[in-house]
C-alpha cells in the first residue's frame, strides 16, 4: 500500500525543476541524525515505490536531481515517522546550518545583503522558481515571495525553518519570526518575517 | 571539438576540481588539532571544526548561529575584542580568555583572531583560533606557589639569622663593656697597690 495518495502522486508526478545534490544530501543527513540508517532506509523504500528510487550513497552533490526527490522526501518522512510541524521546521533549520552553499555565504552580513542575495541563491538549489526578499528596516517587517513553484504544506514549514535560520545570522532578536502565508495562487507563496 | 563540447567538458573540469576542493577542505579540517570556528560580523559562529566540537563540547549542528561571546565567561571582553577597530592595522591578536564549555566546566584558553575581508576589503567577520591552556594554567599557579613558599621559607631564615645577629652583638658589646671595667678595676687596684 503506498503512503502518498493517487491524485497527490499525479500532482507531484507534474512538478517542474530540478534540485542540486548537495540539498538533497543534507536533508537525508537529518533523518539519519533523528531515525539512524534504519530510519532513512524505510523512506527510501517508499520512494522507490513511488518510483522515485535513489539511494542516500548514490547522491552526488554537484548533480541536479528531479524536484520530486525533495518534495517526496520531506512527505514521506513526516508521515512514516509522524512528525510534527515544527519537527519539519527543525528540518529545514539543519538544512540551512549544513549545507556548504551557505558556510561560503561570508557575504550575508546583514539583511540588506540577504535581499539582493535572495534570488541567487535560490538559483543555487532549484532550477525552477524564482525568490525575491523585501524588508522594513523601520517597521520591522520583511516578506519573502517565491513564484513559479510548486510548494505542499510540508515544504512551506520546512522553508519557514530555513528562511529562520539564515535570518537568525544577521539578526539575533529572540522576536525574529518567519510564518508561511497562504497566498490565492498556488504557485506564490509567500514568507512573512518579523523581528 | 565545438564550442558546447568545450563549455560542458569545462564545467566537468570546474565540478571536478570544486570536488576535490571540498574534500581537501573537509579533510584538513578534521586533520586540524587547533580549534577553530568563523564568526560573521555580528559574532555569530557560522562554522566549526572537529578540534572545536571537542574542545567546547559543542556539535557543529549545535555551534552554528550560536553568538561566540556566550561560550565565554569575560563576554564583554570578546565583544570588544572583535570589535573592527580593534584589530585595525594589526594581522591578529592573541589574548587569554575563559571557556565555558556544553558541560559549564571553566577552561582557560589562549583564543587568536583575526579579521576576514572580501575580495572588495569589506570587513565580513573573523577565525577565531582557540588552545586549551589548562596544563600551562596549573603550572603556572604551582610555579607560582612554589616560589611564593620558598620565598616564605627564605624570609624566616633571613628573620633567625637577623635575631641571632642582634643577639650575638648585644653579647659582644656586653664583652667590650665588661673589658673595659676589668681593665678599669685592674688600673684602680694598681694604684691602690701603689699606694701602699
Redesign the interface.
Known amino acids: 500500500m503506498l503512503m502518498v495518495s493517487k491524485q497527490d502522486i499525479e500532482k507531484t508526478k507534474r512538478m517542474e525543476g530540478e534540485i542540486i545534490g548537495s540539498s538533497l544530501k543534507a536533508d537525508r543527513e537529518f533523518i539519519i541524525e533523528k531515525k539512524g540508517r534504519e530510519g532513512l532506509r524505510k523512506v527510501e523504500k517508499e520512494m522507490e515505490k513511488l518510483g522515485y528510487a535513489l539511494k542516500y550513497e548514490e547522491i552526488d552533490?554537484?548533480k541536479w536531481y528531479p524536484v520530486q526527490q525533495d518534495f517526496l522526501s520531506l512527505l514521506l518522512a513526516q508521515k512514516i515517522f509522524n512528525w510534527s510541524d515544527e519537527t519539519i521546521r527543525e528540518w529545514g533549520r539543519?538544512g540551512a546550518?549544513?549545507n556548504?552553499i551557505i558556510?561560503l555565504m561570508?557575504?550575508?552580513?546583514s539583511k540588506k545583503t540577504i535581499a539582493s542575495f535572495a534570488s541567487k541563491s535560490w538559483r543555487k538549489y532549484y532550477t525552477r522558481g524564482t525568490m525575491e526578499y523585501k524588508l522594513d528596516d523601520e517597521k520591522r517587517v520583511g516578506t519573502a515571495i517565491i513564484k513559479d513553484f510548486t510548494i505542499y504544506p510540508v515544504h512551506l514549514h520546512y522553508l519557514e525553518g530555513y528562511f529562520y535560520?539564515i535570518l537568525?545570522?544577521?539578526e539575533?532578536s529572540p522576536n525574529l519570526k518567519v510564518k508561511g502565508v497562504e497566498t490565492k495562487d498556488s504557485n506564490v507563496h509567500r514568507f512573512e518575517v518579523t523581528w | 571539438m565545438n564550442d558546447r563540447g568545450k563549455t560542458e567538458n569545462l564545467l566537468k573540469m570546474a565540478v571536478e576540481d570544486l570536488k576535490d576542493i571540498e574534500i581537501y577542505v573537509q579533510e584538513y579540517s578534521t586533520f586540524l588539532p587547533l580549534a577553530v570556528c568563523t564568526i560573521n560580523p555580528l559574532g555569530i559562529i557560522l562554522n566549526s571544526n572537529q578540534a572545536f566540537q571537542k574542545l567546547t563540547g559543542y556539535k557543529e549542528i549545535e555551534a552554528i548561529g550560536k553568538k561566540m561571546k556566550d561560550l565565554f565567561l569575560n563576554k564583554e571582553n570578546f565583544k570588544d575584542l572583535i570589535k573592527e577597530k580593534t584589530l585595525k592595522g594589526k594581522s591578529s591578536l592573541t589574548r587569554k580568555m575563559t571557556l565555558l564549555t556544553k558541560e559549564e566546566k571553566k577552561m582557560p584558553v589562549s583564543m587568536a583572531i583575526s579579521i576576514r575581508r572580501d575580495e572588495e576589503d569589506n570587513f565580513i567577520g573573523h577565525f577565531i583560533a582557540l588552545s586549551d591552556i589548562t596544563a600551562f594554567e596549573d603550572l603556572r599557579k604551582n610555579l607560582e606557589k612554589k616560589v611564593k613558599e620558598r620565598t616564605k621559607q627564605l624570609q624566616e631564615r633571613v628573620d633567625e639569622l637577623e635575631k641571632f645577629r642582634r643577639l650575638t652583638e648585644g653579647r659582644e658589646l656586653k664583652m667590650v663593656e665588661l673589658k673595659e671595667e676589668i681593665k678599669k678595676l685592674k688600673e684602680e687596684l694598681e694604684k691602690q697597690k701603689g699606694r701602699k
Open positions: 552533490k554537484y539543519w546550518k549544513t556548504f558556510k561570508a557575504r550575508l552580513v535560520q537568525s545570522l544577521v539575533p
